[in-house]
């Protein structure tokens, strides 16, 4: 059956929304917020910017000739929640009060819930959200890193991995709870994830240092070394944290994260970006050091699933670069798996997508407590 869905995916300056019926799209646009607009939240819980999105996003739907009544479901991004499973939450009581009051931290991502229950409300549709950065569905010994005080978290591309995880189970015939993959999500951050029958049991963090080095993330450190930098008096705790994840990684090295530039610097040496600060063949040893940890990390999760893999499946913006793309398949090829490839992240897709699943399989929808 086929539904009409709103999807919302807010950011700090901006709003992704698409507007489906059925399967077509009745538009899919990018809302921009002028500097004056902004300026009175400047400081202040990204949430308070609610009223002026759900107002911006009521006007562009009417721009549109929608009719809010005709609305089945309205789904936005998850935002920074305790950690859930994978899979489409209805939005409730608890779960709007921890997005508001930013418990988990403060973040755009926490605007999707909030807005897309605030818009249902008015539309007399159900609200969703789906697979947030928080989702965690580790196995116990994954939670353990060798420290006590400090376990091994989830946080990653939940969102687009799991859409071309689906995508892929799709093609190879099998739901995707009977497949096993390793999903490579690389752009400015790198997550990978050993995803068995449906849960995804074992991946990085993402977002604060583990895994290999990405365009502005410095990855997993000699943990020693690091200590000792962050107790030398050279640099604040805000300045460390910059380095781990800003300004690390490749940006650390050559002075921009833009893989773009870099890559054309290496191709042709010229330099299109002029932040770049480093030789040409530095520049190629950077990027392939990135790559051979890419690899690495293939291999570790690997070992998680056993071997046992349906299929190794890249995505992110980085599978754009051809040589990237390239390299990473062909070190992954001792894995003896087909390689499929989804170049970018479509949240749009990927949000409308499990909409979709969730309205189609309403036992499937989960409850956040």
Avoid at 11 to 30: H, L, N, Q
Avoid at 291 to 310: C, N, P
Avoid at 326 to 337: C, G, P, R, Y
């Amino acid at each position: 059956m086929s539904y009409n869905i709103l999807v919302i995916n807010p950011g700090s300056t901006s709003d992704d929304i698409g507007y489906y019926r059925g399967p077509a799209a009745v538009f899919e646009d990018k809302i921009d917020y002028t500097a004056k607009e902004l300026a009175p939240f400047e400081g202040k819980n990204v949430t308070e910017m609610a009223p002026l999105k759900e107002k911006m996003i009521l006007s562009y739907l009417a721009g549109h000739n929608v009719d809010l009544k005709e609305i089945n479901v309205v789904i936005g991004r998850g935002g920074l929640l305790k950690p859930i499973e994978g899979g489409a939450y209805r939005i409730n009581d608890l779960m709007l009060k921890d997005l508001k009051e930013g418990a988990r931290g403060i973040h755009a991502s926490n605007l999707g819930g909030i807005l897309a229950h605030a818009i249902a409300q008015k539309a007399g549709c159900v609200s969703f959200i789906s697979d947030a950065v928080v989702v965690d569905e580790l196995q116990p010994l994954a939670r353990y890193s060798g420290m006590p005080q400090l376990p091994r978290i989830s946080i990653f591309h939940a969102l687009n991995q799991r859409r071309v995880a689906f995508h892929t189970a799709q093609k190879l015939g099998k739901a995707y709870e009977k497949c096993n993959f390793i999903v490579l999500h690389a752009g400015g951050g790198i997550s990978i994830g050993a995803h068995k029958q449906g849960r995804v049991v074992d991946v990085n963090n993402a977002l604060n240092g583990e895994g290999p080095l990405t365009p502005q993330r410095s990855g997993t450190l000699p943990a020693q070394a690091l200590a000792d930098m962050c107790f030398s008096g050279k640099y604040t705790p805000a300045q460390i944290s910059l380095k781990i994840k800003g300004k690390g990684g490749v940006y650390a090295y050559a002075g921009t994260h833009n893989l773009k530039a870099l890559s054309h610097f290496i191709d042709t040496g010229e330099k299109t970006d002029d932040a770049i600060a480093c030789a040409r063949h530095q520049a190629k040893d950077i990027r392939d050091a990135m790559i051979y940890q890419i690899s690495k990390y293939l291999g570790y999760f690997a070992a998680v699933l056993q071997g046992e893999i349906d299929a190794v499946i890249l995505t992110g913006g980085l599978m754009g670069n051809e040589y990237i793309r390239e390299q990473v398949k062909q070190k992954a090829a001792w894995l003896k798996a087909p390689v499929y490839v989804y170049p970018g992240s479509d949240e749009k897709a990927a949000l409308r997508e499990a909409a979709q699943r969730a309205l189609d399989n309403p036992s499937t929808i989960k409850e956040y407590k």
